[in-house]
């Protein structure tokens, strides 16, 4: 029997709470623009009960109450059509348990993963992007210094303006120059050469990945001795304060921008240092969706339902841009990838995804078994979904029905997408951008009569509204400039999407506001597993190591994990895409296991044996460590017939690491050492 409780347990979470209307949504004596002026489809819209008194002397205005309430109540069926204010509520909500779940993650994996004595250390790339800042600042200074050997030049007046405009206009340059010059451009140059800038510059800009993208970090605030000594703690200390963050955005429903600034912050710094750990699509994805919630949110108030902070319309639509990208993306990338079981001759894909993908769960079997025809519709809808439906969600003047439609797609499919394998919070993440294509009054069924009757109580007794005239002229400025960003750019990711040579999961810009995604550009046929063992002699027995949720044992069904993740199982699945040189950090990671270090073997299902004895001896547990390990290359497929109690067939393909023989602890540190 399958067991269900964990699904159920993430829907009831996820769905449950982002929807509740008890303690967290409806607040009564709260009042917002949308409740005083009823949407435009509203039949009683141009009711004379809704006209205003305006006074010009105290500029506020003042509604009939008396007869606002038996208007609203008839008006119940159409309250909220265009207006956005519950789905900013669900939005928040949604995004706070997700990120939740990342920084419980990142609590829980991190010290093994990027700790001090972690697989691939934090600081060692902190010490990096240290490096690379010096030389940038460097190649500054030389530019700088050959700039200023042609001052004199550049400050000469051009040829052709000498030549084509009117003496009066050349004079008028010459005053204008010899302003900027003598007034202007020194006290720029006093700013820009004091060494506060010059450290703000080489921290903030400089200090950068290999591919000179500006490092943000909160960790540069640490001192080089807590660098070296004390991450652990300080990953800590950044995963706690976004669980902090997080979990107060859940209980309230509401966030402002300094809260969704913190949290942005806290998930690039972990970005910054987390290697191979963190270059996973979702990880850009959380963070290009929280830049975008700044623009959704007031910048300082907390109430869920804000007075003088309506959901903008710029933000809702590049909500939208956002959602249409990811998805194009994804089914660009299929028709790109030269993987023929995408195409319309095959529609094979899916006969092998559920038994390939990363971490199948325990779905995955059954839909692996179904008919080819089966598949094959899977696969076409796939390509719907994907390459169709999206347009849905930006083509502007359709029916409020039909983007409703397009937004509902998306969810189904993302839900879909769940029941059929762990993958980590992709699918819930790409749920949250969808609820934007729904307004109040499509979720205005989920709540009750009398939280109704609350809320039109709340319209009644919140009759009074300044004329916010500057506040509205400050966000259209705001919103106005945010559109323009994300527009500027968006054209090199829509190169990208047209390029016959798309790049997946790729950033164009230094801050990675806007992003290129995709995924499952190919699909493999076979699943091949690394199994990692270890033995006390070189003849044997060999022990076997088992994760967390990677296939190993044959016996063991795959469990249910999403929307959480283990870190360390996926990177394996990836590893065996090419050789020990591809991925690293898993000499480090071998050489850990040789050592039983606390930390790592915590990633693991099952410790080795000497690990779990409580012996005083320090040299009786060095004695009992493992002296030799290998990696080896198993190919495993689903049985069909799971009666014998093996829900994996496998069988040896040969051997990963080392490509003769078995490796040492000493062998270990020597290529580590070699290849620093």
Known sequence: ????????????????????????????????????????????????????????????????????????MSSSTTWGVGSHFLIRILFLRGLAFIYIVAFTIAYRQNKALIGDNGITPARDYLNAAEKRGITIYREQQEKKNEKDRFETKENMLPLEIVTNNSIFFIRLYSLFNKWINSSIKPKLNNIRDSAYFQTLREK??????????????????????????????????????????????????????????????????????????YQYGWETQLAELTFHSFFLVPLLSM?????????PNVPIWAMRWFLFRIMMGAGMIKLKSGDDKWTLKKLSTMNYFYETQPVPNPFSHF????????????????????????????????????RITGGAIQIIFQSVLITGGNLSFLNWLTMLPALFCFDDSFVSFMFSKAMKRKRYLGILTNTAMIDMGLQSMIRSIVNFSFGSLILILSIPVVKNLLSKRQRMNASFDPLRLVNSYG?????????????????????????????????????????????YHHRLDWQMWIAFHGTIENSPWMLRFLLLLLQEDEEVLGLLKRKSASSSLNISNKNKIEADKPKYIRVEKYIYHFNQNTASGEYWKRHYVGKFFPKQGVCTEATLTDILNRSN
Request: proline share 8%.
């Open 367 to 402: 839909f692996h078994f179904r008919p080819n025809w089966w598949h094959k519709i899977e696969v076409l809808l796939n390509h719907f979904v994907e390459l169709v439906s999206p347009w849905l969600l930006i083509i502007p003047g359709i029916s409020r029905n039909m």
């Open 1 to 72: 029997m399958l067991r269900l409780s964990p699904f159920l347990l993430c829907i009831s979470i996820f769905l449950g709470t982002l929807f509740s209307t008890n303690a967290f949504v409806l607040f009564p004596g709260t009042t917002t623009r949308e409740r005083i002026y009823p949407s435009r489809s509203s039949p009683s819209f141009h009711n004379k009960e809704y006209k205003l008194k305006h006074s010009k002397k105290t500029n506020v205005h003042v509604l009939r109450t008396s007869q606002l309430s038996s208007t609203v």
């Open 303 to 311: 109430d869920p339902l804000p007075l003088l902070t309506p959901v």
């Open 204 to 277: 903030v800009w400089n200090r950068s990945d290999p591919l000179r993208r500006p490092l943000i970090s909160l960790f540069w605030f640490l001192s080089k001795k807590d660098r070296l000594q004390n991450m652990n703690k300080w990953l800590d200390t950044v995963a706690f304060t976004g669980l902090t963050l997080s979990s107060l955005m859940f209980i309230s429903g509401s966030a402002n921008v300094p809260l969704l600034i913190g949290l942005w912050l806290c998930q690039r710094s972990l970005m910054s240092v987390g290697g191979p750990w």
């Open 519 to 563: 995924a499952f550009g190919s699909v493999d046929e076979e699943r091949i597993e690394l199994v990692v063992e270890t033995a006390d002699n070189y003849s044997g027995p060999w022990t076997e190591y088992q994760f967390k949720v990677k296939p190993g044992d044959v016996t063991r069904r795959p469990p249910w994990i999403s929307p």
